[in-house]
């Protein structure tokens, strides 16, 4: 049962085949025999969801179910749970209990899902690996000694090893779409601003967004339908109509232009992924689609860009963390700037603390100009090689990650390394852009992810093309053994 796609499960409670409370309960109970050999959950909530299971049988019973009633999913630990702890993977949240859920938790809600508990991520979402996590180090599925990938690590373990059917993720410059290539799933990061980011913890908030993470690209699908739209309490969120995603899913891609950047295919780019990656592009010619070469000139800045604005603004985000209304608080301390200075010093990690360190120098008097401004011309640029790119072509097509999943420990003691894993990712988040990560390939029994970008808004036609290429191959469909 646990194999199955939301799509199908939902199917299943449909026809009476199984109720949301049985459903629940095979999955509590997988998390509870398994999860220990992962560690993909910091928060397993199991009487919030057998209470949540019950409701929606009940409507169900009343013929109130839609497509997601019933259906358990997990949420990464960024995103406000009222009454439940929620960590954002810190040893500073470690004692925070939101007073309200987030826009995406209410949605989520209220289409019906049922939520397990909260997963595991790398601490503030700074990270590639959820080695960061103050909660510990989540596994690969797939093996064990390998990096889950990150910062949205453990939903993505979570869902590859079937213990939750779907869980959301955020994506600052990869996190939802490098996990999911790692660990042999799907994930979409929307157009900035599709999904609400009001009680979302926020990193960096121009470059922040929620989306799912699940199985397929149509339960996807079906997830962005509940999380998209305005929300009035999030500034930066759109008034945008939203379609139904799952309407357009077996659109004809017969003509779609496929651009491919030359800049994504050289440098550190593995043999193996590169090969996979040819692979889907030939599946795609058999399809009919029309494949160019394109050109993305700037790609090579956006990994020092984005290292300079990501921090820019976490250092300003992460000043309300000061010991005094909320969070970890130092014992004893001896006055105001001893509170600020330990509670700070004890409650961060060291990857948050190098962080703040770089974004405060890049925005003080006298740098500001060198890197902060500069690094948002630098962004400027990178967004309009794309707004060219997409006069030619109607999506991008790359791998989603250089190479496949790392051992653990291996990129720790070398920050830029680690930061190389979204080359391919960063510019996206830069731009504003919508990425999907599907699986495309294996290499030594580990997944490997190909990314397609869209234009703004283009979550629809993303999906379309992205399910199209499912429907011709099974990779999405292998488990990870013992799973
Ligand atoms: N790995 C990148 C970072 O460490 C991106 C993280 C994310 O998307 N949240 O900042």
Redesign the pocket.
Known sequence: MHHKTIAELSKELAEKKISSIELTRHYLDRIQRLDNKLNSFITVTEEYALEAAKKADELRAQGKAGPLTGIPIAQKDIFCTDGIKTSCGSKMLDNFIAPYDATVVKQLREAGTVMLGKTNM?EF????SNETSYYGPVKNPWNPEYVPG??SGGSAAAVAANLVPAATG??????IR?PAALCGITGIKPTYGRVSRYGMIA?ASSLDQGGPLAKTVEDCALLLNAMSGFDERDSTSINQPVPDYTATLNDPIRGIRIGLPKEYFTGGLSNEVAKAIEAAIEEYKKMGAIIEEISLPNTALSVAAYYVI?PAECSSNLARYDGVRYGYRCENPVDLQDLYKRSRSEGFGSEVKRRIMVGTYVLSAGYYDAYYLKAQKVRRLIRDDFVEAFKKVDVILSPTAPTPAFKLGEKTSDPISM?L??IYTIAVNLAGLPGISVPAGFVNNLPIGMQLIGNLFGEAKLLNIAHQYQHATDWHKRIPEGY
Request: proline share 0%.
């Open positions: 790398d979402a700074m990270g590639s990150g910062s955020t994506d600052t410059g990869g996190s490098q990193f990501a930061y894993s979204d």
